[in-house]
């Protein structure tokens, strides 16, 4: 990537996104080195030192979202797993992400960066990938992160042990489906010193590149790995100051799992484990009890909320309010888009904003758009350890910005730029989006890289993956059938 320019966007409408939800209705903001270094009128007469002056007047300035929680190895599936429940969705999903070859990792990576940052979000974490994986594929998903100029961490996701809760729990499997299932093996899992070397290699090689790359341990789930495996990504964590990602009581069977497999909950386990701290983030969180909410919010750790995800695999609604009113920081995600369609962090903040309004009858305590706005930017960038860096505008802060053009029809006139970004904003009105000062899109257009070659090569390689998993493919129906 290019070094940052010294930049000047001038007479822009700014929303801050700051502790006091600041709005500059016309103003300047100067970056140097990639970060904000002067917000307010700025004299003409130093104009010499900036390489480049953003004209913004019309325009709204914002920080930009962070999407906490998505799967790159899905970018291919949108409009493919409608009508599923959670176990028949995680087995389809093997069939159309299983065995790709690197290169297809890589763009099936780059798709989604394209949908991201052409939507206003300028930073994700990936929750990559969905089965066994070796240092290759890691390599490609990496590369893909770093052509794309976006901030990116991705969460390194294993299991050592069984995906219970996608098993049939009543009545045995066919011997037939059985037999395959052996066979194929989508899922095996990867033994612990083979993930204790793949772990500290990824870091040791990814984790600060470009002071926007990061890896963190990411257990798929947490009664998928052994307690062994839980302890060795705390450990590593601890190691090499980063986070831990998981998925964690997305669905109501692995409340029970839990029970029968530690004879206490998921939350409480992980307590005693030592892995409850302000590194972790856990996706979904929609089958939890006020005891563990308090466990969470005592110890620091993040929730990254799915609402589209949730809502249509009919997994449940998290109980989001009161785990606000407990303090906790919540992070906001629009899960893979297998189980969502797309990657754009306007609907999960819009949907996040009206969810929980029906169930609450004092108005008081609805979500207001400065709320759920902080948690698409200030949550997500907790959740990535890096909300001393991005998340707000403000002077000292990384220029992970984003800038909206406001002609549209939902933005004539603007009445109140932060309601209509979450209510009337579908992410076409996009500008300009920079990280660290680099331009990344301009003009509505992606400017860091050829995003229309990779389309290109994009549209056959699912047809290919299908071909290449026919069988697999045909186990996951099979398999759907026993979830319906």
């Given at each position: 990537?290019?070094?940052?320019?010294?930049?000047?966007?001038?007479?822009?409408?700014?929303?801050?996104?700051?502790?006091?939800n600041t709005?500059?209705?016309?103003?300047?903001?100067?970056?140097?080195?990639?970060?904000?270094?002067?917000?307010?009128?700025?004299?003409?007469?130093?104009?010499?030192?900036?390489?480049?002056?953003?004209?913004?007047?019309?325009k709204?300035?914002?920080?930009?979202?962070?999407?906490?929680?998505?799967?790159?190895?899905?970018?291919?599936?949108e409009?493919?797993?409608?009508?599923?429940?959670?176990p028949?969705?995680?087995?389809?999903?093997?069939?159309y992400?299983a065995?790709?070859?690197?290169?297809e990792?890589?763009?099936?990576?780059?798709?989604?960066?394209?949908?991201?940052?052409?939507?206003?979000?300028t930073?994700?974490?990936?929750?990559?990938?969905?089965?066994i994986?070796?240092?290759?594929?890691?390599?490609?998903?990496?590369?893909?992160?770093?052509?794309?100029?976006?901030?990116?961490?991705?969460?390194?996701?294993?299991?050592?042990?069984?995906?219970?809760?996608?098993?049939?729990?009543?009545?045995s499997?066919?011997?037939?489906?059985?037999?395959e299932?052996k066979?194929?093996?989508?899922?095996?899992p990867?033994?612990l010193?083979?993930?204790?070397?793949?772990?500290?290699?990824?870091?040791?090689?990814?984790?600060?590149v470009d002071n926007?790359?990061?890896?963190?341990?990411?257990?798929?789930?947490?009664?998928?790995?052994?307690?062994?495996?839980?302890?060795?990504?705390?450990?590593?964590?601890?190691?090499?100051?980063?986070?831990?990602?998981?998925?964690l009581?997305?669905t109501?069977?692995?409340?029970e799992?839990?029970?029968?497999?530690?004879?206490?909950?998921?939350?409480?386990h992980?307590?005693k484990?030592?892995?409850?701290?302000h590194?972790?983030?856990?996706?979904h969180?929609?089958?939890?009890?006020?005891?563990d909410?308090?466990?969470?919010?005592?110890?620091?750790?993040?929730?990254?909320?799915?609402?589209?995800?949730?809502?249509?695999?009919?997994?449940?609604?998290?109980?989001?309010?009161?785990?606000?009113?407990?303090?906790?920081?919540?992070?906001?995600?629009?899960?893979?888009?297998?189980?969502?369609?797309?990657?754009?962090?306007?609907?999960?903040?819009?949907?996040?904003?009206?969810?929980?309004r029906?169930?609450q009858?004092?108005?008081?305590?609805?979500?207001?758009?400065?709320d759920?706005?902080?948690?698409g930017?200030?949550?997500?960038?907790?959740?990535?350890?890096?909300?001393e860096?991005?998340g707000?505008?403000?002077?000292?802060?990384?220029?992970?910005?984003?800038?909206?053009?406001?002609?549209a029809?939902?933005?004539i006139?603007?009445?109140?730029?932060?309601s209509?970004?979450?209510?009337?904003?579908?992410?076409?009105?996009?500008d300009?989006?920079m990280?660290?000062?680099?331009?990344?899109?301009?003009?509505?257009?992606?400017?860091?890289?050829n995003a229309?070659?990779?389309?290109?090569e994009?549209?056959?390689?699912?047809?290919?993956i299908l071909?290449?998993?026919?069988?697999?493919?045909?186990?996951?129906e099979?398999?759907?059938?026993?979830?319906?």
């Open positions: 990537m290019p070094s940052p320019e010294c930049l000047l966007i001038r007479e822009a409408l700014v929303g801050t996104l700051d502790e006091n709005i500059h209705q016309s103003t300047d903001v100067l970056i140097e080195d990639g970060k904000i270094i002067e917000i307010g009128q700025i004299s003409p007469i130093n104009s010499d030192r900036y390489n480049r002056v953003i004209e913004a007047k019309g709204l300035l914002v920080p930009g979202f962070v999407n906490a929680h998505y799967h790159s190895p899905a970018n291919f599936i409009g493919t797993c409608d009508n599923l429940s959670h028949a969705f995680m087995w389809m999903n093997q069939a992400t065995n790709k070859t690197p290169r990792t890589y763009v099936s990576a780059m798709l989604g960066c394209i949908q991201m940052l052409l939507s206003g979000t930073a994700s974490l990936d929750h990559f990938p969905g089965q994986c070796g240092p290759e594929d890691i390599e490609a998903v990496m590369l893909a992160h770093q052509d794309s100029g976006m901030r990116t961490v991705l969460g390194l996701r294993f299991f050592d042990s069984g995906f219970d809760d996608i098993i049939p729990q009543k009545g499997i066919p011997d037939h489906i059985q037999k299932m066979s194929l093996n989508p899922l095996k990867i033994s010193d083979a993930l204790l070397r793949l772990m500290e290699d990824s870091i040791q090689k990814w984790n600060g926007r790359l990061g890896i963190f341990p990411a257990p798929s789930n947490p009664e998928r790995c052994s307690d062994e495996a839980l302890m060795m990504c705390r450990d590593l964590a601890e190691q090499h100051d980063t986070g831990i990602h998981m998925h009581l997305e109501s069977v692995q409340v799992i839990a029970k029968e497999k530690y004879g206490c909950t998921m939350v409480e992980l307590d484990l030592g892995l409850l701290s590194r972790l983030s856990c996706a969180t929609i089958w939890i009890d006020d005891a909410i308090k466990r969470l919010a005592e110890n620091g750790s993040v929730v990254v909320h799915n609402p589209e995800s949730n809502m249509k695999i009919g997994a449940g609604t998290a109980p989001i309010p009161t785990m606000v009113a407990h303090g906790i920081t919540i992070a906001l995600g629009t899960d893979g888009v297998g189980t969502n369609d797309n990657l754009i962090m306007h609907e999960a903040l819009k949907l996040a904003a009206m969810l929980h029906p169930n009858s004092d108005r008081k305590n609805w979500f207001t758009v400065e759920v706005l902080r948690m930017t200030h949550g997500g960038a907790t959740a990535l350890l890096q909300n860096h991005i707000s505008i403000e002077i000292g802060k990384r220029a992970d910005l984003v800038l909206y053009q406001l002609d029809p939902w933005w006139p603007v009445n109140d730029p932060m209509q970004l979450v209510f009337a904003e579908n992410g076409s009105s996009v300009t989006v990280v660290d000062g680099r331009i990344l899109v301009e003009k509505g257009k992606i400017t860091a890289f229309d070659s990779i389309i290109e994009a549209k056959p390689m699912m047809s290919e071909k290449r998993n026919a069988r697999l493919h045909h186990l996951a099979q398999m759907s059938c026993l979830f319906p």
